[in-house]
């Protein structure tokens, strides 16, 4: 594996990632591990993707027909560790954890939690804005 290239220019770094200037105000993770994926973490993924495309929310570059001006980031992390609650899904910054999060779920979670600012009770396992 060769030395990774540090790039010092932060013009050019900011150009490569413009996430500075973007209005980001959600950042989604969907568990793909082997235990979520067994579940239809895919799926779960894919309803995001799609979802969030279809109301051009979606950040990411235009070449992937996502919006540089959208309000959620939309990736796939690993596991989270608890398999057994899958598919997890996460929402930042609030820290909200989703559990047993399947397909049919998410136009949900993007209304309810992403647009209007309610987190979806009945799937959340974990929520730190509840905490004291
Ligand atoms: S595989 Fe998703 S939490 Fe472990």
């Not at 989270?80 to 954890?97: D, K, N």
């Not at 647009?115 to 004291?132: F, H, P, Q, S």
Request: some cysteine; charged content about 25%; hydrophobic content about 35%.
């Amino acid at each position: 594996m060769g030395k990774p290239k540090f790039i010092e220019d932060r013009e050019q770094l900011e150009k490569l990632a413009p996430v500075a200037k973007a209005p980001i105000k959600h950042h989604v993770f969907v568990c793909n591990g082997k235990s979520c994926s067994a579940v239809g973490s895919a799926e779960v993924k894919a309803a995001f993707g799609e979802e969030l495309q279809k109301r051009n929310l979606r950040y990411g570059k235009e070449s992937k027909g996502r919006n540089p001006n959208g309000e959620i980031v939309l990736t796939d992390c690993g596991s989270v560790g608890f398999c057994s609650i899958g598919t997890a899904v996460l929402v930042y910054p609030e820290g909200v954890w989703y559990a047993q999060v399947r397909a049919g779920d998410v136009p949900e979670i993007i209304e309810e939690h992403l647009v209007n600012g309610k987190v979806v009770e009945r799937l959340a396992l974990i929520n730190l804005n509840n905490k004291d």
